[in-house]
């Protein structure tokens, strides 16, 4: 390769990219942990990118009916958060394959040692491993060709996403310095705000989950708000009031979780939020948290409601989107295969 084909490209522009598997109705905790802060990323102005990534979803089976369905699903979820396509690009990813594409040149460059390292895998692999699909084994690496296919340089996910981002960075490392380029960004995981790890309602120590089995673990965002009123009104508690400074918080995930609930929805600190409920018990704060919650979240399910009525705008829009999104993808695809050696000459 000539200096002059030598890609030096150190000064990547700032640039967002993040993803959401559509495995299943999105919950309150992709809500404030992702899409809240999806839409606040677009409104600073900043060069935005998201994703429904299908080929991750299909690394555990899914009815492929059901796939399609939550795919619009979590399409509706995006705009009715505040991403905006007109100012996003918003798309699925088996759309654009150059996504596939970039994994497989990803995998021969991830090793095995960091990926036996990954927790994710681990607990959703769970005891029997053996019995795992491949995909899911090699999942961190396809995330790995989302983000920097993009040469994105900002990663906004949930806490339990870091792992997957830092492996991102360590994937583009090894590619700059085994082909002596500084072709990749290292990507920034963007983990803010008090709503990181939203904790299932019915136990403060697991991680709200759209795959966990009790429905009453997690406000879902089609549900309506008499069932969102429900749910935080049965979420399991202590019998202590709350506690007026935040270190009283600190054996407590159940009273914490809905804390940071509230403070990240009514855009507020913890610390605000026990200035004002500290000495009052929950039959006085769970009303007050589940009018807050149906005022922010009824809006977001009824438009919801009102998009997943018309599946081929939603189609349009996912279309348009991955036509930018290939736009971008494309060149940096092909520019990777050049990098690794492969001829080009189509
Ligand atoms: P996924 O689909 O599990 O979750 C999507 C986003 O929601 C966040 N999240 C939460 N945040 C706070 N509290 C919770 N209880 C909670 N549950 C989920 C996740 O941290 C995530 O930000 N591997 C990713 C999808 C992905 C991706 C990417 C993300 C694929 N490629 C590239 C970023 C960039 C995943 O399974 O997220």
């Given at each position: ?58 690394t ?53 040692g960091w990926m036996n390292r990954m927790t994710q895998f681990k607990d959703k692999a769970g005891k029997n491993a053996e019995k795992a699909?491949?995909?899911l084994y090699?999942y961190p ?19 339990d996403?870091?792992q997957h981002?830092?492996l ?179």
């Amino acid at each position: 390769m000539s200096d002059t084909d030598t890609p030096i490209n150190a000064n990547f522009k700032p640039r967002v990219f993040s993803g959401i598997q559509p495995s299943g109705g999105l919950t309150l905790g992709n809500y404030l942990g992702a899409l809240k802060r999806f839409a606040m990323k677009q409104d600073e102005g900043i060069e935005t990118i998201y994703c429904l990534v299908d080929l991750h979803a299909v690394t555990v089976w899914q009815d492929p009916e059901a796939l399609r369905r939550q795919t619009r699903e979590a399409a509706a979820a995006f705009i009715a958060s505040g991403v905006d396509p007109q100012r996003s690009i918003l798309f699925n990813q088996s759309q654009v394959g150059a996504h596939a594409e970039l994994a497989w040149l990803l995998n021969c460059v991830a090793r095995l040692g960091w990926m036996n390292r990954m927790t994710q895998f681990k607990d959703k692999a769970g005891k029997n491993a053996e019995k795992a699909s491949l995909g899911l084994y090699a999942y961190p690496a396809l995330m790995a060709a989302d983000i920097l296919l993009y040469h994105a340089t900002m990663v906004p996910v949930g806490e339990d996403q870091k792992q997957h981002v830092e492996l991102t960075r360590d994937i583009a490392a090894k590619f700059n310095h085994d082909f002596g380029v500084e072709f990749f960004p290292a990507p920034e995981p963007l983990i803010e705000g008090t709503a990181t790890r939203v904790m299932s309602l019915r136990d403060g120590t697991k991680k709200m989950s759209k795959s966990d089995p009790s429905d009453a673990s997690r406000i879902n965002l089609t549900d309506d708000a008499d069932t969102i009123a429900k749910k935080i009104r049965k979420a399991t508690t202590d019998p202590a009031e709350l506690p007026s400074e935040i270190d009283g918080l600190k054996d407590r995930p159940e009273a914490r979780n809905l804390v940071n609930i509230y403070a990240a929805l009514a855009d507020m600190t913890p610390a605000q939020v026990l200035g004002e409920y500290g000495g009052k018990g929950f039959g006085t704060f769970k009303p007050a948290l589940a009018e807050l919650a149906v005022e922010k979240l009824a809006p977001i399910s009824t438009e919801m409601g009102r998009l997943m009525a018309d599946p081929a705008e939603i189609d349009a829009v996912l279309g348009q989107g991955a036509n930018k999104a290939d736009a971008i993808a494309r060149p940096i695809v092909e520019r990777t295969y050049e990098i690794m050696g492969m001829v080009r000459s189509r």
